[in-house]
């Protein structure tokens, strides 16, 4: 089952605005990513954020963690068409040495032009 | 990051045959994951791929229906067995570098079950 929740499910907005999305978990995390993925193809690698840290930045990319919410958000500045697509966060586990992942259920984001 | 291949790209299958899905990745990797995304979900973890040994399966799935190879640290092979419908999906591969903690995925393998 998925651990994580994110929304909102879809996000519609105009290029050059601001898009943020929302992910929630249950468990103690030993890192959390973000994920994009264009029309059902292969999952592009945006960010990843450590248990310890709170706030990260990646070109148009901002993320933050709150761990005392088992909470994180992903910004994007400055939106533009090519944006357009479902994006997933994921959590690694802090128990143990198993890093496997789990996603949540994804926002898709459409930037109108 | 490290480039990821995955063999077939996408495949149309009659029911009760069986497809294996080939994983090969350019960089030395610690760990690899198999993941089926059906279609307009998220992603659910099948299994770890162990080097050498047999797959640490995640709740759900059954090496009969799963079964995984890792023969070395860079390849791994899935196979979906006796298919139904119900496994039409995109089967992923990923893989976490030596001295990493990102996983990175492979370009997904698109699986359709007539």
């Known amino acids: 089952s998925q651990q994580g929740e994110e929304d909102p499910q879809a996000l519609s907005i105009q290029e050059g605005e601001n898009a943020t999305m929302n992910c929630s978990y249950k468990?103690?995390?030993?890192?959390l990513q973000w994920y994009r993925q264009n029309s059902g193809r292969g999952l592009v690698h945006l960010i990843l954020?450590?248990?310890?840290?709170r706030e990260k930045h990646s070109g148009r990319l901002r993320v933050t963690l709150d761990t005392s919410k088992k909470s994180s958000s992903l910004l994007i500045t400055a939106s533009r068409a090519a944006d357009t697509a479902s994006y997933f966060c994921a959590t690694a586990r802090s128990s143990g040495s198993a890093r496997q992942l789990t996603f949540g259920s994804g926002t898709q984001l459409t930037v109108l032009p | 990051s490290a480039v990821i291949s995955q063999k077939p790209s996408r495949d149309i299958c009659q029911r009760g045959t069986s497809l294996t899905i080939q994983c090969q990745v350019d960089?030395?990797?610690?760990?690899m994951f198999w993941y089926r995304q059906q279609p307009g979900q998220s992603l659910t973890l099948i299994a770890t791929a162990n080097q050498g040994s047999e797959a640490t399966y995640e709740s759900g799935f059954v090496i009969d229906k799963f079964p995984i190879s890792r023969p070395n640290l860079t390849f791994s092979t899935l196979t979906v067995s006796n298919m139904s419908p119900e496994d039409s999906s995109i089967y992923l591969c990923?893989?976490?570098?030596?001295?990493?903690?990102?996983?990175?995925f492979g370009p997904g393998t698109r699986l359709t079950v007539l």
């Open positions: 468990t103690s995390i030993n890192n």
């Open positions: 960089s030395q990797v610690t760990m």
């Open positions: 990923s893989v976490i570098l030596q001295g990493g903690n990102t996983q990175y």
């Open positions: 954020i450590r248990s310890n840290e």
